[in-house]
DNA sequence: CGCAGCCATGCAAGCGCTTACATTCACCAC
DNA sequence: GTGGTGAATGTAAGCGCTTGCATGGCTGCG
């Protein structure tokens, strides 16, 4: 397929020393003399060499290579962080290997065998909640990983993220605090997916300790695209009571509950409360705009980013790192309708 | 970093044969005989072996990895077709190698360069604008290559895409038939962006078409942000007279235009009618619905990769294919207010 | 029964690169 | 002057895999 290309051997050649010193060269410039380096960045230029990844891959056993599996990028949840993830690792010279899941735990298994037969050097994967055999797998191959998008205490991987429970949790009682009283949620589907059970879990507690519940008839757990979000908002303004407000596991979920309530003749937030999850720049498109959980995406990418390299260096399994969230008030939560 | 291993070798060993035959046995299954390839599948499946990635790219000078270069993955945009994309490839066990260029023509040849670097076997770019440099490149390495998003009669390479200029043009047509005559235009950045600037083309083609122009100060070009895309708007609507349209080079152009326009105290489309184009989930989350040009996503990408696997199995140039779009009306377009 | 032809397999030569070790040389301290 | 030191470079052995060619056994046909 490829035609030939320049080999180190060429530039070897052509710049009159050894394939060793040519690969120093290219690779630690400062263990060559000045003027034979320059001579070799000569016949690299001439020839427009480029190193052969497989060739360096093994014979260094290392590909400059970290992967990525996240849910989906069909929504833009991911792409701020794997933006930054991505910036700060080509600034090393590594590039970054992005595959999907599509929510689906089996799909993920799978998403990281591939990765890892293409010998990744390191991995970022979302969350928590996943197979054992995952985690054995990984520790097998002594691949570094790190988990984003949540954080505990006592996690016992490397994480990078936020309490995703206390966010929840701290959304739910500002939304009590303005006297909200019916309550409902649409959660993501919560199986296999710790984010969406500890956002979940977070508005439960808040509301326990107000001596209110959520039944099972005001939380419905959906996928995270715009049309369940709005099917599941419909389920929710179909019961009698109405609900005041309605808490959203994530902002795409959010946009949908918007898009069946305008279809349902209501509005936001006279007749019903909305928030979202995430703040993503949809947030504030969305009329009126979304009170939603900021999350911090682009710091979680870069410092994924750093620990990961930092565990390639030293092989030393570093401390988690918690992110700070905030509450982002805009139109769509204001106290609930008189009656 | 990583463990050793189980190699070729421990297969071949475990199962009493030569690498050889297990090498044949993982790519030609059919040249070995049954019962070996029995042994040497139990003898895989116990020792967990993976080829490496490395070795296998090195002695066959293939990697069975195909790359895209796309503007961003901050917006859908491009998500549903690059799905599409991976689906087909890895369907036949080519992975997708994604990078982005954020709309940079140096960024792109950065990254096409980065990608080529390792090896792809075949590469999908974004549009057809770009510097003759990387075409060379591309072809001096014999990498076959796919353009989509774009599709016109004569172009040069194989390209899977749509007419941008007519899809554009049939946009201003309706907004024309509708009755508007003081018509504005949010454009993408049109330098080094071929959709862009061909979208800009349709329009003022259709506006000729009926003795109107386009006019400097109701051509506006944006970054395909939403914020971009307010401030455009806002630049748009302090005119007098107020243009009764914006037709927008993107849904979130659009989107920005929404928000733009709401802050004015201004409502779509009683006051000010609005269009968009690419057709993303966007377009009908927006209140009103965002009329818009329908791209089929996931078609072009399909059929990216059978065009790519195509072209990496028989060496032939194919034909581009021309898909069409269509116009998905919604709320947000109407007739021009009276006067 | 012998040989052409085929199938299943083995042998071994690389693919392009890195790196441990060896070599060379200049320089310095004594 | 001599031995020691360290910097710059070369030598060559692989890394794990594929693949052209060689081998040997078998089938089938004349």
């Not at 959660?187 to 439960?204: K, L």
């Not at 419909?234 to 009698?240: G, I, K, P, S, V």
Request: charged share 20%.
């Amino acid at each position: 397929m490829a035609k030939d290309l320049p080999t180190l051997e060429d530039v070897a050649r052509m710049s009159g020393v050894s394939t060793a010193t040519v690969s120093r060269a290219l690779n630690a410039p400062k263990r060559v003399r000045p003027e034979t380096l320059a001579r070799i960045t000569d016949a690299v230029a001439q020839l427009g060499y480029t190193p052969h990844f497989g060739g360096r891959a093994l014979a260094s056993n290392r590909t400059f290579t970290v992967g990525a599996v996240i849910p989906t990028m069909e929504n833009a949840i991911f792409a701020r962080g794997l933006q930054a993830l991505q910036e700060q690792l080509s600034a090393q010279g590594v590039t970054l290997l992005v595959s999907t899941s599509n929510y689906d735990p089996d799909e993920e298994a799978a998403q990281v065998r591939a990765l890892l037969g293409r010998g990744v050097d390191g991995m970022v994967l979302i969350g928590e909640a996943r197979d054992a055999q995952v985690y054995t797998l990984l520790e097998r191959r002594g691949v570094p990983f790190v988990l984003v998008w949540t954080w505990r205490p006592d996690c016992p991987w490397p994480c990078v993220g936020f309490d995703n429970a206390e966010a929840a949790r701290a959304m739910a009682q500002q939304v009590l605090d303005l006297g909200h009283r019916r309550i409902a949620m649409i959660a993501g589907i919560t199986r296999g997916n710790d984010r969406a059970a500890a956002r979940v879990d977070g508005v439960r507690g808040a509301l326990d300790a107000h001596g209110l519940s959520l039944p099972a008839d005001r939380l419905v757990e959906s996928d995270y695209s715009l049309e369940a979000g709005a099917e599941a908002a419909r389920r929710l303004l179909a019961q009698t009571p109405r609900p005041t407000v309605i808490l959203c596991g994530n902002d795409v979920l959010a946009a949908g509950a918007y898009a069946a309530i305008r279809d349902a003749g209501l509005s936001v937030p006279a007749d019903i409360s909305v928030t979202g999850f995430d703040d993503i720049d949809l947030a504030h498109v969305l009329s009126p705009g979304l009170t939603t959980v900021h999350v911090p995406h682009r710091r979680m990418g870069e410092a994924a980013a750093r620990m990961l390299l930092a565990m390639g260096a030293d092989g030393a399994a570093p401390d988690g790192v918690a992110l700070q969230t905030g509450i982002v008030r805009r139109g769509s939560l204001a106290a609930p309708p008189p009656g």
